[in-house]
Nanobody, 117 residues
Framework: EVQLVESGGGLVQPGGTLRLSCAASGFTFANYPMSWVRQAPGQGLEWVSRINGGGSRTYHADSVKGRFTIVRDNAKNTLYLNMNSLRPDDTAMYYC??????????RGQGTQVTVSS
């Protein structure tokens, strides 16, 4: 059974830092590109970052470029999102997704990030 379990979210002040994790199981993790997407209250899913299977190629949305970094550890079957200089408009539920197309159906249950003073 494919499982994606996100963790690491929480409440943080503007300018703060968080590291999200996504533990993957039930598939050959290293064979798949992975993505992070987010959903703010009342909004649709928004692509944030993606990474290829080997971890050598990464892409980030303009809204997070220079502040967020996607990383993977294939030995641990884990995907990460390092988030710096957080802003209130980063507040959202964050999901890890198998793949890097517009199909976000294969995602975990999400972890909530709230940026507020």
């Amino acid at each position: 059974e494919v499982q994606l379990v996100e963790s690491g979210g929480g409440l943080v002040q503007p300018g703060g830092t968080l590291r999200l994790s996504c533990a993957a199981s039930g598939f050959t993790f290293a064979n798949y590109p992975m993505s992070w997407v987010r959903q703010a209250p009342g909004q649709g899913l928004e692509w944030v970052s993606r990474i290829n299977g080997g971890g050598s190629r990464t892409y980030h949305a303009d809204s997070v470029k220079g502040r967020f970094t996607i990383v993977r550890d294939n030995a641990k079957n884990t995907l990460y999102l390092n988030m710096n200089s957080l802003r209130p408009d980063d507040t959202a539920m964050y999901y890890c997704v198998i793949g890097w197309t517009d199909d976000y159906s294969r995602r975990g249950q999400g972890t909530q990030v709230t940026v507020s003073s």
